[in-house]
T-cell receptor
Framework: NAGVTQTPKFQVLKTGQSMTLQCAQD?????MYWYRQDPGMGLRLIYY???????DKGEVPNGYNVSRLNKREFSLRLESAAPSQTSVYFC????????????FGPGTRLTVL | DQQVKQNSPSLSVQEGRISILNCDYT??????FLWYKKYPAEGPTFLIS?????DKNEDGRFTVFLNKSAKHLSLHIVPSQPGDSAVYFC????????????FGSGTQLTVLP
């Protein structure tokens, strides 16, 4: 099992460009999440998907959109990137039901110039 | 307003001694708490957790203590090893069905040989 995979690992964008961060999990988990990590601020929840077909806003959703393409895949889109979106982005998944543990991907380091 | 706080950005301990990492929370609706460990350029990995109905959970060298009246939890690592050097995040789960987690800002632990 690969667990949670994210692509790309690194990306540099210019202000105003768009891009999609991809995330996939092969653990048959119900719930998936997108976080951003900034220095001194821990991980902040951007969007989540409790189950296939549903998505909801987290703590910092502005400037982002998501798509739960199927049970395995959950993508994060930046329509018009801004320097404030420079961050490390982590995708996570959780089995749901009786489990509270989230499993994280390796992260995408995004720089917006 | 941060609902989960880790007030010590860094901690250094000698190999073989005890490491104590602290976390405070403000939301009394949190019902489950987790500790994650993060190495540079990797995603966080789950370490240990505790339900709000317990006050202690132990797993090998790692023990988590929960003091609900003080809204405080701590992670004890005994004995500390150089491989334990990492950033440790405290996280708390609310009552939402999607098991969203709220993270603290992290504590960088350095174990000196």
């Amino acid at each position: 099992n690969a667990g949670v995979t994210q692509t790309p690992k690194f990306q540099v964008l210019k202000t105003g460009q768009s891009m999609t961060l991809q995330c996939a999990q092969d653990m048959n988990h119900n719930s998936m999440y997108w976080y951003r990590q900034d220095p001194g601020m821990g991980l902040r929840l951007i969007y989540y998907s409790a189950s296939e077909g549903t998505t909801d806003k987290g703590e910092v959703p502005n400037g982002y959109n998501v798509s739960r393409l199927n049970k395995r895949e959950f993508s994060l889109r930046l329509e018009s990137a801004a320097p404030s979106q420079t961050s490390v982005y982590f995708c996570a998944s959780c089995p749901g039901l009786a489990s509270n543990e989230q499993f994280f991907g390796p992260g995408t380091r995004l720089t917006v110039l | 307003d941060q609902q989960v706080k880790q007030n010590s950005p860094s901690l250094s301990v000698q190999e073989g001694r005890i490491s104590i990492l602290n976390c405070d929370y403000t939301n009394s609706m949190f019902d489950y708490f987790l500790w994650y460990k993060k190495y540079p350029a990797e995603g966080p990995t789950f370490l240990i957790s505790i339900s709000s109905i317990k006050d202690k959970n132990e797993d090998g060298r790692f023990t988590v203590f929960l003091n609900k009246s003080a809204k405080h939890l701590s992670l004890h690592i005994v004995p500390s090893q150089p491989g334990d050097s990492a950033v440790y995040f405290c996280a708390a789960k609310g009552s939402g069905s999607a098991r969203q987690l709220t993270f603290g800002s992290g504590t960088q632990l350095t174990v000196l040989p």
